[in-house]
């Protein structure tokens, strides 16, 4: 049965922008392609970057936004277009987006883990 013309061809995926909290396609496809082209596997390269490899993994395939530490890692051990550095450093999650335990508020390890994540 046919119902019409089908909108968009079988396997075809229209390209998504990132949502929050995600790397652009074109960036962290660079970021896989720039690794790959130096001959490091994944884990060699996030161990250089002092990151884990998961976390590497889903930077390139565009699921999370570099901190500026990582971004600034990968680009001393990865060679890259400046292009990609640039555009690399500009998608660094803003500092809102974490908490570094220095920032967290005094008396937090002391609360009852219940009572943390109560609003």
């Known amino acids: 049965m046919e119902n019409g013309p089908n909108p968009r061809p079988r396997g075809k995926h229209p390209p ?3 949502e929050r909290g995600q790397l652009d396609p074109a960036t962290s496809s660079g970021l896989r392609a720039a690794r790959q082209v130096t001959g490091q596997s994944l884990r060699a390269a996030a161990r250089r970057a002092g990151i884990a490899a ?3 993994s889903e930077l390139e395939r565009g699921l999370k936004r570099p901190r500026a530490a990582t ?3 990968l680009i001393a051990i990865i060679p ?3 292009g990609l550095i640039q555009d690399l450093r500009a998608a660094v999650a803003p500092p809102s987006a974490y908490v570094s335990r220095q920032d ?3 008396g937090w390890q002391t609360l009852p883990a219940a009572s943390r994540f109560r609003p």
């Open 16 to 18: 998504r922008a990132p």
């Open 54 to 56: 998961g976390y590497l």
């Open 71 to 73: 971004a600034e890692a």
């Open 80 to 82: 890259m277009h400046p």
């Open 104 to 106: 967290r508020p005094p």
